[in-house]
């Protein structure tokens, strides 16, 4: 069943600049991470933000957590081209399966 | 510290013929995934390990996969006899445990012919 679920579902922007993504999710979490993947390749974990948190930084990433709307934000400041590549979003459900939604791809236009 | 290794990168099988998958989990992780990717989706979990336990496998087609994790280290996965359906990108992850974050490895390109 889904969890988690980003939006946009695509996202271009240009060289320079910020690209934000969202997550909602729908039952109560403890820790929501966020991923990244290059196309053909494995996922490479960003950032982990648990219940009890409303911000994590990390280089040019920041995440928040809002867990009264149940929806997460990630923030890429300074777009490179080396940025391009799909966003996942992963919070475990009820059964504490650590479920993925379906990403946005970004793709940063030189 | 190596990271996630999983082999091999790449499969080509025709239908119906069996298939292994095989994980090494980064040293002193406990908990262990198995997750099926197709193309433009996110990652669904198939399986996961606490130790050699399997604690969540009721994504796992049981008539076809199985999987298998001896003592609490390697893991392999298994389709016999694979179907058309079954290409996808066979992912493995560990975490120290379920509530850390969990490392990937490269995959295995699962292609049935």
């Known amino acids: 069943s889904q969890q988690g679920e980003e939006d946009p579902q695509a996202l271009s922007i240009q060289e320079g600049e910020n690209a934000t993504m969202n997550c909602s999710y729908k039952t109560s979490i403890n820790n929501l991470q966020w991923y990244r993947q290059n196309s053909g390749r494995g996922l490479v974990h960003l950032i982990l933000i648990r219940s009890n948190e409303r911000e994590k930084h990390s280089g040019r990433l920041r995440v928040t957590l809002d867990t009264s709307k149940k929806s997460s934000s990630l923030l890429i400041t300074a777009s490179r081209a080396a940025d391009t590549a799909s966003y996942f979003c992963?919070?475990?459900?009820?059964?504490?399966?650590?479920?993925f939604g379906k990403g946005t791809r970004l793709h940063i236009l030189p | 510290e190596a990271g996630v290794v999983q082999s091999p990168r790449y499969k080509i099988i025709e239908k119906k013929q069996p298939v292994a998958f095989w994980c090494n989990p980064i040293s002193g992780h406990n908990t262990l995934y198995w997750y099926r990717q197709n193309l433009g989706q996110g990652p669904e979990l198939l399986i996961r390990y606490e130790n050699e336990e399997a604690v969540d496998d009721s994504q796992l087609p049981k008539d076809r996969f199985s999987a298998e994790r001896l003592k609490g280290v390697d893991s392999t996965l298994k389709i016999q006899p694979a179907e058309l359906g079954d290409s996808a990108v066979y992912l493995c992850?560990?975490?120290?445990?379920?509530?850390?974050?969990?490392?990937f490895g490269q995959g295995t390109r699962l292609t049935v012919v």
């Open positions: 992963a919070t475990p459900n009820r059964d504490d399966k650590i479920i």
């Open positions: 992850a560990s975490s120290f445990d379920r509530n850390t974050e969990a490392f």
